[in-house]
Structures are given as structure tokens and as C-alpha cells.
């Protein structure tokens, strides 16, 4: 078929091929203008140590010592995806700990290593107070996690955390972008909703 006979088709149907682009775009508008308020916080762990090798031969601890950093990393993103933590973490932050709640969380909270010292960690909460007290939560937990692995430590080299102030915003949905979305969403489902009219005709 030649472009004129989709055209055609299309302004044969044009109460279906328009009424289904109104009425995708008043859905997919209406779902995120009645989302929940939420506040989505950003936090930063880093892993430093308490001390340095103290030798007069060859520091190899500058060498492994980021290596070893690095697999330290890895096991604090570890931790936070385990439901264990999550409770501890709410705990902490003397909010509400049940299993839906930190089963919520655990799929909520996205921790990603950025380098060999640092992990990003990113939550959202229903209240900017609620994210200030889970990102305590977060790095209180993560720094007796780490002080618990510290203790059996001969030399005071071993890791520790410093946490960065948590970046806290609220969720602002672009509705620009959601209606040019939700319009060519709509165009799509409602020319072949019109093709399969016209077939079934």
C-alpha cells in the first residue's frame, strides 16, 4: 500500500486513530500526576584506612592496598543487597523494620562502586526526613560492618568509611517529555488499531 492509502485509511477512522491518542495521553499523564510524592537521595561512601605500612623497604601497600580497597568495595555493594542489612539499616534509622518493609527497601536502594575507593548508593523515600534517616542508617551500618571485620586487625591498617552528606531532591516527573512519549505511544497504538479495523471491515 501507497502512503495515500494509509492516509486515507486513517482519516476514514480518524474518531478511532485520535481518540486513542487523547486517551493514551490522558492515561499516562494521569498515572504520573497521581504518583505518590517521593524524594530520591544520593549517598557516597568512601573506603580509606585508619593508618599506613610502616616500612623502609619497598611500600608494596600503596600497590595492594587499592586492590584490596577495590574487593572492599565490592563487599559493601554486597551488603546492601542483602535483606539482613536492610533490616539492620532500618533499624538504625528507627524506622518500621518488618519483612515488607525491608523487602521494599532492598529492591528500593541501588549501590554501585564508581571507583576503587568509592560507592554510590541511591534510595528513594516517601518524605525528605525518611532519607535523611536512611542514609544515617546506610553509613551507620556500613561502618560497624566495617569496625566488626577491623577488630581482629593486628596493625591499624585495616578500612574505614567516611560518608558524604546525602543529596536529597524531590521527584519531579518532566512532563514534556512523558506527553511527547505518551503522543507517539498513542499514534502507534492508534494507527494499527485503525489498520485492524480496516482489515476486519
Not at 69 to 84: G, M
Not at 92 to 103: F, I, P, R
Not at 149 to 173: G, H, R
Request: overall charge neutral; hydrophobic content about 45%; aromatic content about 12%.
Amino acid at each position: 500500500m501507497e502512503l495515500k492509502e494509509y492516509l486515507n485509511i486513517i482519516k476514514k477512522h480518524q474518531q478511532l486513530f485520535f481518540g486513542t491518542i487523547i486517551i493514551i495521553a490522558l492515561v499516562v499523564l494521569g498515572y504520573f500526576y497521581l504518583l505518590p510524592v517521593r524524594y530520591d537521595a544520593s549517598l557516597t561512601l568512601n573506603v580509606t584506612r585508619a593508618g599506613s605500612q610502616e616500612t623502609t623497604d619497598y611500600k608494596y601497600d600503596d600497590y595492594y592496598r587499592l586492590q584490596a580497597d577495590e574487593r572492599f568495595v565490592d563487599t559493601i555493594v554486597e551488603w546492601l543487597k542483602s535483606p539482613r542489612v536492610v533490616s539492620d539499616i532500618y533499624a538504625a534509622a528507627n524506622m518500621e523494620s518488618d519483612s515488607s518493609a525491608a523487602g521494599k527497601l532492598s529492591k528500593n536502594i541501588t549501590a554501585e562502586k564508581r571507583s576503587s575507593q568509592i560507592v554510590a548508593v541511591s534510595f528513594s523515600a516517601s518524605t525528605a526526613s525518611d532519607a535523611q534517616k536512611i542514609s544515617a542508617g546506610i553509613a551507620k551500618v556500613v561502618i560497624e560492618n566495617t569496625n566488626l571485620l577491623n577488630n581482629d586487625q593486628k596493625e591499624n591498617t585495616w578500612f574505614e568509611i567516611v560518608s558524604a552528606a546525602p543529596v536529597i531532591a524531590k521527584y519531579q516527573p518532566n512532563y514534556k517529555i512523558i506527553l511527547l512519549a505518551s503522543l507517539l505511544l498513542g499514534i502507534f497504538l492508534g494507527f494499527w488499531g485503525v489498520l485492524i479495523k480496516h482489515y476486519l471491515e
